[in-house]
Nanobody, 111 residues
Framework: QVQLVESGGGLVQPGGSLRLSCAAS????????MGWYRQAPGKQRELVAS???????NYADSVKGRFTIYRDVAKNTMYLQMNSLKAEDTAVYYC?????WGQGTQVTVSS
């Protein structure tokens, strides 16, 4: 089991950027897969991006070319770089490692 803490959310204008961080309580080296999910009001939680231990990445079609997922094993942290943000990216973003979840961080894209 691993505890996960997200940070980096906030309010940003359309077209802006944010970087989310997901800090793990232990080494992430052996974690087979980690991911970022989001849940907007009234909608189901959806996968945004995932990354395997072998650094294979996968993205939702809606964020391809704008978001980048990566992880720093030395810092036990996973990141989500989000560029060219749109209003429809507004949601609570959660990180996941195998079957564990963080508490979420709010991202609001609005002018």
């Amino acid at each position: 089991q691993v505890q996960l803490v997200e940070s980096g959310g906030g309010l940003v204008q359309p077209g802006g950027s944010l970087r989310l961080s997901c800090a793990a309580s232990r080494s992430i080296f052996s974690i087979s897969a980690m991911g970022w999910y989001r849940q907007a009001p009234g909608k189901q939680r959806e996968l945004v991006a995932s990354i395997t231990r072998g650094h294979v990445t996968n993205y939702a079609d809606s964020v391809k070319g704008r978001f980048t997922i990566y992880r720093d094993v030395a810092k036990n942290t996973m990141y989500l770089q989000m560029n060219s943000l749109k209003a429809e990216d507004t949601a609570v973003y959660y990180c996941s490692a195998d079957n564990d979840w963080g508490q979420g961080t709010q991202v609001t894209v609005s002018s």
